[in-house]
């Protein structure tokens, strides 16, 4: 059973916006910190963006400060990811992430990856 489920990947202008989501199943993970990664072609997984367990603070990769916003509903148990002025240069297959114990943004972003849960990712073309 894939513990999360990721949606809303798709090919998408360069410029243009896209929301993915993440969602869990039951109440799993509802306690823990969440985040997103992307792998793109030819290269190794990459970190995103983080939210903590209340969503109260998040973190960001360089590059998706200011044009990426990560949230959560905690009634859904829900994680997003919306994404904004898309560059050709995040075409990947973005995967959600959980820690498994972890309620800060740290234990995401500094995890290693057998120590998150992870889903089986969504693509993400961006045509330029």
């Known amino acids: 059973q894939v513990p999360l489920v990721e949606s809303g990947g798709g090919l998408v202008q360069a410029g243009g916006s896209l929301r993915l989501s993440c969602a869990a199943s039951?109440?799993?993970?509802?306690?823990?910190?969440r985040g997103w990664f992307r792998q793109a072609p030819g290269k190794q997984r990459e970190f995103v963006a983080a939210?903590?367990?209340?969503?109260?603070?998040?973190s960001y990769t360089d590059s998706a400060k200011g044009r990426f916003i990560i949230s959560r509903d905690l009634a859904k148990n829900t994680v997003d990811l919306q994404m904004n002025s898309l560059k050709p240069d995040a075409t990947a297959v973005y995967y959600c992430?959980?820690?498994?114990?972890?309620?800060?943004?740290?234990?995401?972003?500094?995890?290693?990856?057998?120590?998150?849960?992870w889903g089986q990712g969504t693509q993400v073309p961006v045509s330029s």
């Open positions: 939210i903590s367990w209340s969503g109260g603070t998040t």
């Open positions: 039951g109440r799993a993970f509802s306690n823990f910190a």
């Open positions: 992430a959980a820690s498994r114990n972890g309620t800060a943004t740290t234990d995401v972003v500094q995890a290693p990856p057998d120590d998150l849960a």
